[in-house]
């Protein structure tokens, strides 16, 4: 059984950095893709960057790209997400997903998610 656990969320002033984990286990083969989604109040779900295992292979929204990184450690099981340069519209409910995208974006192939985890920013 596939089971994601997300962590790294808090308040942080705009300007900061925050680094999200999403500890990752349960799967049965190599082929899965997982992102990173955060949903803000009164908002819809929106799809922030993603990761595909095979490859490695990344994708970052316009919105946070140049300022959010996604990363692995395949020894850990474990997929990050650095953001920097925080601004107050980033802050949202933070959750990682998985599924088995062929391009990592296809976000409603995401059947896998996370409790999610807060990120609020401000001063």
């Known amino acids: 059984q596939v089971q994601l656990v997300e962590s790294g969320g808090g308040l942080v002033q705009p300007g900061g950095s925050l680094r999200l984990s999403c500890a990752a286990s349960g799967f049965t083969s190599d082929d899965y893709a997982i992102g990173w989604f955060r949903q803000a109040p009164g908002k819809e779900r929106e799809g922030v960057a993603c990761?595909?295992?095979?490859?490695?292979?990344?994708f970052h929204e316009d919105s946070v790209r140049g300022r959010f990184t996604i990363s692995r450690d395949n020894a850990k099981s474990t997929v990050y997400l650095q953001m920097n340069s925080l601004q107050p519209e980033d802050t949202a409910v933070y959750y990682c997903?998985?599924?088995?995208?062929?391009?990592?974006?296809?976000?409603?192939?995401?059947?896998?998610w996370g409790q999610g985890t807060q990120v609020t920013v401000s001063s």
């Open positions: 997903a998985a599924g088995s995208a062929f391009w990592c974006y296809e976000y409603d192939t995401y059947d896998y």
């Open positions: 990761i595909h295992n095979s490859d490695g292979s990344t």
